[in-house]
């Protein structure tokens, strides 16, 4: 089976602090995503990316970055974490496009005091 | 851009009952993907459908497509505590490009 493994289960960070959020997938696949989770909203999709080095923002880009340096790592960048960053962070894997969708990692719960 | 409205938005039910999500696509649908989640959890992959009067079913939960691909339904046949969770329908927003939107979620909550 793929696994999608994030580092972290809980963070908390301060206001200010720059985070990483890391997501590694041991099979191969070409696209990983970044989505938020809040209640009431659903999931939304922060930034993606298709290939090695390359990423397109998603809906709601705006105070992150991401890096995708080797095929199996996407880390998610808040640069200058919030109060409104506080949020659960799922990762997810993909190789063909409508074939199973996504596989999720077990989400990142970030919390910013 | 495509957007997903799932009904209910939350589903409280005694345990032995059957019971049925709706998700609400503004567009055809090119792919329509069912998942759970537990609370605090990620999400597991449940079914998937594409073709208009698409059904399929695992164990006790069978998902539908309808022939106008734009509305699939989710129906839990005699439902046990191991069901609670949170259900997602998600579809391709492009068309095959592989980049799920999401409806809201619907919450279960099976009552033994």
């Known amino acids: 089976d793929v696994k999608v493994t994030q580092s972290s289960r809980y963070l908390v960070k301060r206001t200010g602090e720059k985070v990483f959020l890391e997501c590694v997938q041991d099979m191969d696949h070409e696209n990983m995503f970044w989505y938020r989770q809040d209640p009431g909203l659903g999931l939304r999709l922060i930034y993606f990316s298709y290939d090695v080095k390359m990423k397109e923002k998603g809906d709601i880009p705006e105070g992150y970055s991401v890096s995708r340096e080797k095929k199996e790592r996407f880390s998610l960048i808040l640069e200058s974490a919030s109060t409104n960053q506080t949020s659960m962070y799922l990762c997810?894997?993909?190789?063909?496009?409508?074939?199973?969708?996504?596989?999720f990692g077990s989400g990142t719960r970030l919390t910013v005091v | 851009s495509q957007e997903l409205e799932q009904s209910p938005q939350s589903l409280i039910v005694q345990e032995g009952k059957n019971l049925t999500i709706n998700c609400t696509s503004s567009k055809t649908l090119y792919g329509l993907y069912w998942y759970k989640q537990k609370y605090g959890e990620g999400l597991i992959f449940l079914m998937m459908l594409q073709k208009g009067g698409e059904e399929k079913s695992h164990e006790k939960i069978t998902a539908k497509l309808d022939e106008k691909k734009q509305q699939s339904s989710l129906h839990i046949t005699a439902s046990q505590p191991s069901h609670a969770g949170i259900y997602l329908c998600?579809?391709?927003?492009?068309?095959?490009?592989?980049?799920?939107?999401f409806g809201q979620g619907t919450t279960l909550q099976v009552k033994p």
């Open positions: 997810a894997s993909s190789s063909i496009p409508g074939q199973k969708g996504y596989t």
């Open positions: 998600g579809a391709d927003g492009s068309g095959n490009t592989g980049k799920l939107i």
